[in-house]
């Protein structure tokens, strides 16, 4: 026996206070709680490679993916062979023939090279932004920025004055006394 097909007209009386349902449209972004590191702009690109990642691997065998996974964590050919029952020939033309496999092995570089954080030449630029943009606006920034731009490229190695270590010898008295020659302008 079939359903009667419902009818929204029965319900609308039920809604009729203006606080519900959506009165204004309202941006996805001004939604977000900006403090919530997930919404940091780091965490989201993070999360759109993985996507790659996966849809990627779901176009693949999974020992390719294996494969693929072994070979960016830096095992030899033969060591991949062993693991997957493959020959090494097998697995180096898997791995450097395959187009898919290829396009893995490089989202998998950069998801590590992307956890692994920003390398010199990215720090080295996003200090020189800071440094460049906030010249006029606030100098004190601007100058703090350079410093430690300085110390990235080894201009200064740290704030402190270094100093020489100081050294104490000792001799044993009993085989080499004092002499006259070792006596201390003071003691005279």
Known sequence: MARPPINLDDYADEFDEPEVGISKFERPEELLDHEDPANDRYFRHL???RAHVNVTS???Q???VQAAR?????????EIAEKLKYTPDTVGKLV????????LISLFRQVN???????????KNMLWRIAANSEQRDPGISITALKELNKLDGSYANDQVLQAPQVTIVINQDLLPKTSLDTNHQER
């Open 113 to 123: 090279a992307f956890i692994d954080g920003p390398n010199t030449a990215v720090r």
């Open 47 to 49: 999360s759109r490679l």
């Open 58 to 60: 779901a176009k693949l």
């Open 62 to 64: 999974p020992r390719q």
């Open 96 to 103: 450097h023939n395959t187009p898919k496999v290829q396009e």
């Open 70 to 78: 072994l070979h960016v964590a830096g095992h030899t050919n033969k």
